[in-house]
C-alpha cells in the first residue's frame, strides 16, 4: 500500500517506527492515552463484534489477494458450495492464530513472571525494537535513496 501513496508517506511511517522501537528499547515511552480509544468502553458480545469488524476493514487489504481467486471460482465457474467451503476454510484459518494467541494470555502471564523468562523477553525485546529502529530508519531514508 505504501507505493501506492507516494514515496513521501514512507517517512510518517518510519518516525512512528521510530517511536515504537524507542518504546521496545527502554528509549522514551510510547503511548497514545487520552484519545478517542482510550474512552471506548466496549465489552461482551458487542466488543467482540466491533473488534473483529475492525480487524476485518485493517486486514480486508492484505486478504484480497487470497479471497479473489475464491470469488472468481464461485462467479466465473459458478461453483457456489466449493466456493463457500473455501471461504469459510480461510476464515477458520486466519482467525485461528488469533484464538489460540486469546486462549493461551493466562499461560504466557505465568511463563513470563519466571524470572528466567523475564531476563530472555528484556533482551529479546531490545533487539526486536533494534530491529524495528533499522526499519524505520529504512523507510524515512527510502524517498531519498530512490533512483
Known sequence: MLGDVGPYWTILVGAILLWVAMDMMGVAKCSVSGGMMGKLKVKGIGGAFLLGLAYGVLSGSCTFGFIAPILAIITIQEKILTGVVLIVLFAIGHCLPIVAAG?????????????AMRHGGVWFRKSAGALIGLLGAYFIAR????V
Open 103 to 115: 486462549s493461551s494470555t493466562a499461560f504466557v502471564q505465568r511463563w513470563l513472571e519466571n524470572g
Open 143 to 146: 524517498p531519498f535513496l530512490a
